[in-house]
C-alpha cells in the first residue's frame, strides 16, 4: 500500500495511492461512517502497523460500494509521508562506493547522528537554500520508518518491525557540516529532509537491501547505485540502534547514501545546488521525489 500525506485547511490529511486515484481517508471514512471495522485515522497518520489491515478492509469495502472520495494528485500540496516522528536518526558513510569517493574509511559500527522535524517536507515542494551556505549537496536515502516499539531486536526479528520504506533526500550543507566535529549544523536546516512522495508498506518491499536508487539534478543523472552496497543493512541498522535507544512508530532511519554526491567529486568539479536547480531522487518500488530550490529571502 502507497501511503501520502496532503494538505487541506492548513492541516496534513492522510491519502492512500491506487490504481484509481489518490483516497482522501478521512474524507472517506466520513462518508462511509455506515461500514464495520473503520480504520483509526489518528493511528494510521503514526504509523501502527495494527490499522493497517482495517485500512485495507475498509479501501476493498469501498470499492465495492464505489463510494471512495478522491483526489487529483496535480491539485494537491503535497507533504512529508511521515508527519509526526518521535525521532529522525541518520546513518553516514553507510555505502562502500561513497567511503571510497570521500577517501573515508569503512566504519567498523554504524556511525550515527540526527535531525529534526523542521527539516521534514514534501514532494515537489520549494526549498530556499540558506543563505549560511554555499554548498548544499543533495543525498539519495532509504528511509526505514518504524511500526512498533522496538528496543533489543535481533538482525534476524528487525525487519518485522518495520511499517515502511520511502525515498528521501539527506540534504547536506558541506560546509556547515564540515565546519565542527558535529554534523549538526549541516544537516538540520530547515526543509533540509524531503521525503515521499509515499510511505510503501513493508508487505510490498520483501528485499530492501536489493533496490536501485537515483538522484537527478535538472535532469542529469548524479548518483546511481543500490542498496546491496551498503555496510551495514537494514536489519543490522535497525537491531543496533534498538540496542542503545527504543524506537517508536513513526521513526524513521535513514540509511545513507551512495556514490555521487558534489562532494565525492574533485573540487574542481564540484557544482553544489544553486536556485533554480530541480533535484529528483529515486528508489525502485517506492517513487521519486522532486524538489526546487529557490534563494533564501
Known sequence: MKLLTFEKQGVYQLGVQTEQGIIDIAASIEKNANLNNLPDYTSLMTCNKEQIVKLQQFIQAMDAQQSAV??????????????????????????????DETNAPYPEVPILFNKFDNTLTGHNSEIAIPNVTKELDYEVELGIVIGEKTKNVTEQDALNYVFGYCTVND??????????????????CDKFSPIGPYLVTADEITEPNNLA??????GEIRQNSNTADMIFNCAEIISYISQHMTL?????????????????????????????????????KLGSLTNYFVAED
Open 213 to 218: 536508487l537515483k538522484t537527478y539534478v535538472n
Open 248 to 284: 517508536e512508530p513513526g521513526d524513521i532511519i535513514l540509511t545513507g547514501t551512495p556514490e555521487g554526491v558534489v562532494f565525492g567529486y574533485p573540487q574542481e568539479q564540484q557544482v553544489y545546488i544553486q536556485p533554480g536547480d530541480e533535484v529528483t531522487v529515486e528508489i525502485e
Open 171 to 188: 540534504l547536506s550543507a558541506r560546509d556547515l557540516q564540515m565546519r565542527t566535529h558535529q554534523w549538526l549544523l549541516g544537516k538540520t
Open 70 to 99: 478522491f483526489v487529483e494528485d496535480e491539485q494537491i500540496t503535497w507533504g512529508p509521508c511521515v508527519t509526526k516522528p518521535h525521532k529522525i536518526i541518520c546513518v553516514g558513510l553507510n555505502y562502500r562506493k561513497h567511503a
